[in-house]
C-alpha cells in the first residue's frame, strides 16, 4: 500500500473495533435466539434470559464480585450517572458532599455539576503534575457529611493509575461510599472490587473491543449494601435499579469482550508497553523537542500523551488525515473545548495546545509505529520550519 493511500488507527481510548471472536457470539442473538430477556413464560424469552445472567454470571466473576450485583447499562456514561444521581438520590439530604477529582471525565463532573445546582455540595481535588489523586488529600476531604468519593481507576486522556487501592482503605475507614469510573482500566489492569474497597464500578464494552451502547455498573450488595435510586423507570428490570429491554446481543459482547481482554491481558499488556516505549523514543530521535504527559510508569501500557513544541495539535491533526489520533478525550473534542485534565496537570495553554493523544491497540505493530512516527516528523519539522521562516 503507498504512504498516500494508507491509512493508521491510533485512537483506541476513543473506541475500539469489534473482536471477531466478539461478534461470533454476538450474531445468534441477534436473528435466532432474538427474545426479550423479560418475557421469560416463553422459551423465546427465556432462551435470552439464560443468556443474560451467564453474561452477568461472567462478567461478576471477572471482576471479583455477585451476580446480584452486576446492573447492566448502556454503557460507561450511563453507569456513572445512575452511579452519582443515583447514590445521591438515595440518600439524600441526610449525607450531602461529595468528593472526586479534577481530572474525572465530563460523565462524572457533568452529573456533578447537576447535583451541585440541587444543592449537594462537591469538592474538586487536585492532582500532581502527572495526574494523580493524593490519598492523603481525600482523606482530609472527608467530612462527616460525606457520602461518596468518586476518582476513576485510570485517566483516559495521559494514562496515568490512580491509587485506588489506597482510597479504598481510606474511604472504609470512614464509611465512605467508593465509586470508581473503571473504563479504560478493564482489560489493562486487573480489577478485584473486594480487594480495592470499591463500593460502585463503571464499564463499558466498546473500549473493550465489545460493541458500543453494552456497559454495566456493579453495585455493592454488602459490606454496605449500596442504596440507589433508578434513573430510568418504568419496568422495574435490574432488580428495580434500571429500567429497559435488555440489549441481549451487546450484553454477550460484553461478557465476552472482557473474558477476552482477560485473557489476553499479560501478553498484550507487554507488547503495548514496549511499542509505546518506542514510539516515544522514536518522537525523541526523529521529532525533538517532545514532552510526554502524564506518569511515565505507572500507566496504562497503550497510552501516549505528548506535545511538540511550537506545533499545535489541531493543525498536526488536519495535516495527517491518514493518521487517526485525537487531541484529548472524545468528549472534550467534541465539545470543542481545551483539555481540563491537561490543566489540571499544570500545563500551559500553549502546552495544552500543542498536546496530542495516542491509543495503540491489538493490530497496531512496530512497523505502524513507524509509519505514524516518519508520517508526524515530516509535518512538525514543516509546522516548524514555517514558523522559523515567520519569525
Same mark, same amino acid.
Given at each position: 500500500?503507498?504512504?498516500?493511500?494508507?491509512?493508521?488507527?491510533?485512537?483506541?481510548?476513543?473506541?475500539? +473495533? @469489534?473482536d471477531?471472536?466478539?461478534?461470533?457470539?454476538?450474531?445468534?442473538?441477534?436473528?435466532?435466539?432474538?427474545?426479550?430477556?423479560?418475557? $421469560?413464560?416463553h422459551?423465546?424469552?427465556?432462551a435470552?434470559?439464560t443468556?443474560?445472567? /451467564?453474561?452477568?454470571e461472567?462478567?461478576?466473576g471477572?471482576i471479583?464480585?455477585?451476580?446480584?450485583?452486576?446492573?447492566?447499562?448502556?454503557?460507561?456514561?450511563?453507569?456513572?450517572?445512575l452511579?452519582?444521581?443515583?447514590?445521591a438520590r438515595?440518600?439524600?439530604?441526610?449525607?450531602?458532599?461529595?468528593?472526586?477529582?479534577?481530572?474525572?471525565?465530563?460523565?462524572?463532573?457533568? +452529573?456533578?455539576?447537576?447535583?451541585?445546582?440541587?444543592?449537594l /455540595?462537591?469538592?474538586?481535588l487536585p492532582?500532581?503534575?502527572? #495526574?494523580?489523586?493524593?490519598?492523603?488529600?481525600?482523606a482530609?476531604?472527608?467530612? +462527616?457529611?460525606t457520602?461518596?468519593?468518586?476518582?476513576?481507576?485510570?485517566n483516559n486522556?495521559?494514562g496515568?493509575?490512580e491509587?485506588?487501592?489506597?482510597?479504598?482503605?481510606?474511604?472504609?475507614?470512614?464509611? @465512605?461510599l467508593?465509586h470508581?469510573?473503571?473504563t479504560?482500566?478493564?482489560?489493562? @489492569?486487573?480489577i478485584d472490587?473486594?480487594?480495592?474497597g470499591v463500593?460502585?464500578l463503571?464499564?463499558s464494552?466498546?473500549?473493550?473491543?465489545?460493541?458500543k451502547?453494552?456497559?454495566?455498573?456493579?453495585?455493592?450488595?454488602?459490606?454496605?449494601?449500596?442504596k440507589?435510586?433508578p434513573?430510568?423507570?418504568?419496568g422495574?428490570?435490574?432488580?428495580?435499579?434500571?429500567s #429497559?429491554?435488555?440489549?441481549?446481543?451487546?450484553?454477550? #459482547?460484553?461478557?465476552?469482550?472482557?473474558r477476552?481482554?482477560?485473557t489476553?491481558?499479560?501478553?498484550?499488556?507487554?507488547?503495548?508497553?514496549?511499542?509505546?516505549?518506542?514510539?516515544?523514543?522514536?518522537?525523541?530521535?526523529?521529532?525533538?523537542d517532545?514532552?510526554?504527559n #502524564?506518569?511515565a510508569g505507572?500507566?496504562?501500557?497503550?497510552?501516549?500523551?505528548?506535545?511538540?513544541?511550537?506545533?499545535?495539535? $489541531?493543525?498536526l @491533526?488536519?495535516?495527517l488525515?491518514d493518521?487517526?489520533?485525537?487531541?484529548?478525550s472524545?468528549?472534550?473534542t467534541a $465539545?470543542? /473545548?481545551?483539555?481540563?485534565?491537561? $490543566?489540571?496537570?499544570?500545563?500551559?495553554?500553549?502546552?495544552v495546545?500543542?498536546?496530542?493523544?495516542?491509543?495503540?491497540?491489538?493490530?497496531?505493530?512496530?512497523?505502524?509505529?513507524?509509519?505514524?512516527?516518519?508520517?508526524?516528523?515530516?509535518?512538525?519539522?514543516?509546522?516548524?520550519?514555517?514558523k522559523r521562516g515567520?519569525?
Amino acid at each position: 500500500m503507498s504512504a498516500q493511500s494508507r491509512t493508521l488507527y491510533l485512537d483506541y481510548h476513543a473506541t475500539t +473495533p @469489534v473482536d471477531s471472536r466478539v461478534l461470533e457470539e454476538m450474531l445468534p442473538y441477534f436473528m435466532q435466539a432474538w427474545g426479550n430477556a423479560a418475557s $421469560k413464560d416463553h422459551r423465546y424469552g427465556a432462551a435470552a434470559k439464560t443468556i443474560v445472567e /451467564e453474561s452477568r454470571e461472567e462478567i461478576a466473576g471477572l471482576i471479583g464480585a455477585r451476580t446480584a450485583e452486576i446492573v447492566f447499562t448502556s454503557g460507561a456514561t450511563e453507569s456513572n450517572n445512575l452511579a452519582l444521581v443515583g447514590v445521591a438520590r438515595a440518600n439524600a439530604p441526610e449525607r450531602g458532599h461529595i468528593i472526586t477529582s479534577a481530572i474525572e471525565h465530563p460523565a462524572v463532573l457533568d +452529573p456533578l455539576i447537576e447535583l451541585g445546582a440541587e444543592g449537594l /455540595e462537591v469538592t474538586v481535588l487536585p492532582v500532581d503534575s502527572v #495526574g494523580r489523586v493524593a490519598p492523603e488529600d481525600v482523606a482530609n476531604a472527608i467530612r +462527616p457529611d460525606t457520602l461518596l468519593v468518586s476518582v476513576m481507576a485510570a485517566n483516559n486522556e495521559v494514562g496515568t493509575l490512580e491509587p485506588l487501592d489506597e482510597i479504598g482503605d481510606i474511604t472504609r475507614s470512614a464509611g @465512605v461510599l467508593l465509586h470508581t469510573d473503571a473504563t479504560q482500566a478493564l482489560g489493562y @489492569v486487573d480489577i478485584d472490587v473486594r480487594e480495592l474497597g470499591v463500593d460502585l464500578l463503571s464499564g463499558s464494552a466498546h473500549k473493550l473491543y465489545g460493541p458500543k451502547g453494552a456497559g454495566f455498573l456493579f453495585v455493592s450488595g454488602r459490606d454496605p449494601r449500596v442504596k440507589l435510586s433508578p434513573l430510568l423507570r418504568g419496568g422495574d428490570h435490574e432488580a428495580g435499579r434500571r429500567s #429497559g429491554t435488555l440489549n441481549v446481543p451487546g450484553i454477550v #459482547g460484553l461478557a465476552a469482550a472482557m473474558r477476552w481482554a482477560a485473557t489476553l491481558r499479560d501478553s498484550e499488556c507487554s507488547r503495548l508497553r514496549e511499542l509505546t516505549e518506542y514510539m516515544f523514543s522514536q518522537f525523541e530521535s526523529e521529532v525533538g523537542d517532545v514532552r510526554r504527559n #502524564g506518569d511515565a510508569g505507572d500507566r496504562l501500557p497503550n497510552n501516549l500523551n505528548v506535545g511538540f513544541r511550537g506545533v499545535r495539535a $489541531k493543525s498536526l @491533526v488536519v495535516s495527517l488525515p491518514d493518521l487517526a489520533f485525537s487531541t484529548g478525550s472524545a468528549c472534550s473534542t467534541a $465539545k470543542a /473545548e481545551p483539555s481540563h485534565v491537561l $490543566k489540571a496537570l499544570g500545563l500551559s495553554d500553549e502546552e495544552v495546545r500543542e498536546s496530542v493523544r495516542f491509543g495503540l491497540g491489538r493490530s497496531t505493530t512496530r512497523d505502524d509505529v513507524d509509519y505514524a512516527v516518519n508520517r508526524i516528523a515530516q509535518v512538525v519539522a514543516r509546522i516548524r520550519s514555517a514558523k522559523r521562516g515567520v519569525a
